[in-house]
């Protein structure tokens, strides 16, 4: 990113406006920059406005903003209008999908970076370029050495794997460890997670921490030493298949009909003794896997918890039902889902929270 900006051959150099907005897509309450990296970019000699409020859902106040050099606009429209950079956490607003549409503020050859999703919204890559805006997916960055200071997908995947064990023991009927008292004894939650990358790697050690009896799986092998060493118990499928079930890059390749089968019926028995299922992967294209219903304890309930770009999380509870039945491809690391056992109890469905 390079502070100044060349505007004609003659020499017309001024600083590259970047602009920061406020998010306004439901319950997205981070900002794509904070005081700090504010502060940061001004060192560079770039030029920062900020939209007021826009840093109100992370606990940034405009006077923060304003404290590392960033000016403060009145609207969005203001912060747009003349913009070279512009800094999102979800993807803009377009058209009828919204009460105002952000991407008609920003002039031809903007430059956007964000958590875009273009593999899940493609038709924002044709709006993108009709509008003459250059688009950076942050969420797509390659995993190499250079680019780790830009990994947003770790860190905001680190968090949803916490805060989805935050949210099952919220939720669930009883405490997460074994309660011994003269009264009796109440047995350890028995928590199940699905997949075993970052935000799963940190769900085994929030529950954990919590005092739950763990078990985890994963299609690649690597992943065996990973769960171990966080003190919870490997489910294994096949051993030799899982050795070739990772990319170069490190992603767990989808496997065939055969392992999948071998993998569901693994996981329905595991999940019969199971309180609480979370299922971390990110599926850059795909859709949350449905729950196999027909396999939970009855009265227990489901929370699945989608990963947006492993940011946002959207959850919905819903009861179990005895003959209800959901196929699924167990390659089951489709969405962030936790089972949740209330025996006595059916409540309204989950709220939704962002991280």
Avoid: W
């Amino acid at each position: 990113m390079c502070a100044p900006f060349v505007g004609s051959a003659f020499g017309d150099n001024r600083s590259m406006k970047v602009a920061i907005i406020k998010e306004r897509r439901a319950f997205e309450r981070r900002v794509a920059a904070s005081p700090d990296t504010v502060k940061r970019m001004v060192g560079m000699g770039l030029e920062v406005v900020a939209e007021r409020g826009a840093g109100e859902g992370a606990q940034y106040a405009d006077d923060a903003f304003a404290t590392a050099g960033a000016s403060i606009a009145a609207d969005a429209a203001t912060a747009l209008g003349s913009a070279d950079i512009v800094l999102k956490v979800q993807r803009p607003l377009i058209g009828e999908e919204a009460e105002r549409d952000e991407l008609k503020y920003l002039k031809d050859g903007t430059v956007l970076i964000g958590l875009l999703q273009p593999l899940r919204h493609p038709a924002d890559i044709d709006a993108y370029a009709s509008a003459g805006i250059v688009a950076f997916a942050i969420e797509l960055l390659p995993r190499i050495t250079r680019a780790q200071a830009m990994d947003a997908l770790s860190s905001q995947a680190n968090l949803a794997g916490y805060k989805a064990v935050l949210e099952a023991a919220d939720e669930f009927g009883r405490a997460f460890p074994m309660m011994m008292t003269a009264a009796g004894t109440i047995k350890a939650a028995r928590v199940l997670v699905m997949g075993a990358g970052v935000a799963g790697l940190q769900a085994i050690a929030t529950a954990r921490r919590l005092g739950a009896i763990v078990s985890a799986t994963d299609v690649r092998a690597a992943a065996k030493e990973q769960v171990e060493s966080l003190g919870a118990s490997f489910i294994t499928v096949d051993e030799a298949a899982a050795r070739s079930a990772e990319t170069a890059e490190g992603y767990a390749r989808e496997m065939g009909e055969d392992y999948q089968r071998r993998q569901r019926d693994k996981i329905i028995e595991a999940l019969k003794r199971t309180d609480v299922v979370i299922c971390t992967a990110l599926i850059p294209q795909g859709a949350g896997a449905a729950d196999r219903g027909d396999a939970r304890r009855a009265g227990s309930r489901i929370g699945r918890c989608r990963s947006r770009g492993r940011g946002r999380r959207q959850c919905r509870g819903q009861p179990s039902r005895r003959n209800r039945h959901h196929p699924t491809r167990d390659q089951d690391h489709r969405a962030c889902q936790h089972a949740l056992s209330h025996p006595h109890r059916r409540e309204p469905a989950l709220r939704a929270q962002p991280l």
